[in-house]
């Protein structure tokens, strides 16, 4: 479907499918995707409208005022995150709903302009990827010396993909690209003097790659009765996995005088200066992926803010209790309720605040650790990760899914008491 037909169509479902499609391709959930679909469609006058999205689908359904049917379909392009975009339609649903813009011609034209929002500067891309990759380094428990060859490591990355991005657009390819250079990057600086340990360089730049969101989003999914979605999103996060691992292992291989990383890094907080400094290099961290996910500026110190208090909370109960489930559900807990009232103030889907903040928390390193060890030999370690992986998925879901029972029922109150 052409930018140019676009402007010609103006029928209220050609509006609701389009808003829908921008939703899915801005990586929006399901069930928003649908619901804002639903809004929408009744404020336009379409009767008995029904609709069913899967993974790059959107199928509809529904009657006009003289009962026609319409019904329309769409295959979505792939999905490429934008909250800025995503934003913008959540902005707009509020504003037909509201009675502000009900004119069809008005509400393509604002479609256009949200399709076609400029993307960010190379610079700024480049500036998250250097921040990225070294603050997340350094939240993991690296030395000063590593997380300065991970934000290095990151910085080439990011230049790599400038250059890749218009010629590879198959997703796996892409990754295992992206993986071989963090590797062949960080093994060149480790041997020419930048950086120490070659595990803690490489786990700090992969972060910017590991597909955590979508394991979680995958467990989301199935907790909502959308298997075909969540199985899709599980089989997208486990070729992820496999992909970055692939790169990792073939440059290692190639590379003579590198070892392979045969044993997991881990490590312990010293002092409450290094816990200060691994929690605001989490925030670091937060704040340069929530730019190459497009989350609009205004949000950036908040969702800062929130990546730095889940880390922050998850490092204390893990070194005080050494209950890593727990951490991870206290932590996932207390953002996810935090996301729910910053969505509420700021008017905005908690999605932006939540999928970004709860980013350090995401099992999407484990994951990626256990497809490393399997294909290493290190069956026993790639085990123990897989085990961490799917607990930290599922304890995530269930926190976030308890407030967003919470909120809808803490809400429904507040209607019928001001009622």
């Not at 730049?205 to 959308?226: C, D, H, K, T, Y």
């Not at 929130?306 to 209790?321: A, D, H, K, Q, R």
Request: aromatic share 10%.
């Amino acid at each position: 479907m052409s930018k140019i037909r676009r402007k010609a169509e103006t029928t209220a479902m050609e509006v609701v499918v389009w808003a829908g499609e921008l939703l899915m391709e801005s990586g929006a959930e399901i069930y928003r995707i649908e619901d804002t679909m639903k809004i929408i469609a009744k404020r336009l006058g379409i009767q008995n409208f029904e609709t069913y999205v899967v993974n790059q689908g959107i199928i509809t359904s529904g009657l006009d005022a003289d009962d026609n049917h319409l019904g329309k379909t769409y295959t979505t392009k792939d999905v490429s995150i934008h909250m800025g975009k995503l934003e913008a339609v959540n902005a707009l649903s509020r504003q037909i709903v509201n009675g502000d813009v009900t004119d069809l011609r008005e509400i393509s034209q604002r479609l256009q302009e949200i399709e076609n929002y400029p993307k960010q500067s190379v610079s700024l891309t480049l500036f998250a990827y250097f921040f990225g990759a070294g603050g997340f380094s350094m939240a993991l428990g690296s030395s000063w010396a590593d997380a300065l060859a991970s934000a290095l490591t990151g910085l080439i990355l990011g230049y790599v993909f400038h250059l890749i991005s218009h010629r590879v657009h198959a997703g796996f390819i892409h990754t295992i690209i992206g993986s071989a250079v963090i590797t062949f990057s960080a093994s060149l600086l480790l041997r020419f003097g930048f950086g120490q340990n070659l595990g803690p360089i490489v786990l700090g730049a992969l972060m910017i790659l590991i597909p955590g969101a979508f394991f979680v989003n995958s467990i989301r999914e199935f907790s909502q009765n959308n298997y075909s979605t969540g199985l899709t999103l599980l089989m997208s996060a486990l070729l992820s996995c496999i992909s970055l691992s692939v790169g990792v292992v073939s440059i290692l291989e190639i590379l003579p005088f590198v070892e392979q990383m045969g044993s997991a890094f881990t490590s312990t907080l010293n002092s409450p200066l290094e816990l200060i400094i691994r929690t605001a290099t989490a925030a670091i961290g937060t704040m340069a992926f929530a730019i190459l996910y497009q989350v609009p500026r205004k949000y950036l110190l908040h969702i800062g803010i929130l990546g730095g208090l889940s880390w922050l909370i998850y490092l204390l109960i893990v070194e005080g209790f050494q209950l890593d489930a727990v951490a991870v559900f206290v932590s996932s807990l207390i953002v996810a309720f935090c996301s729910r009232l910053l969505a509420v103030h700021k008017k905005c889907p908690m999605t932006i605040f939540l999928s970004t903040s709860i980013f350090p928390l995401i099992p999407g390193l484990s994951f990626y650790r256990a497809v490393y060890f399997i294909l290493v030999g290190s069956n026993e370690i790639a085990l123990e990760h897989m085990r961490t992986s799917f607990v930290t998925a599922f304890t995530i879901a269930i926190a976030i899914g308890l407030i967003q029972l919470l909120s809808v029922h803490i809400f429904r109150f507040r209607r019928q008491k001001t009622s």
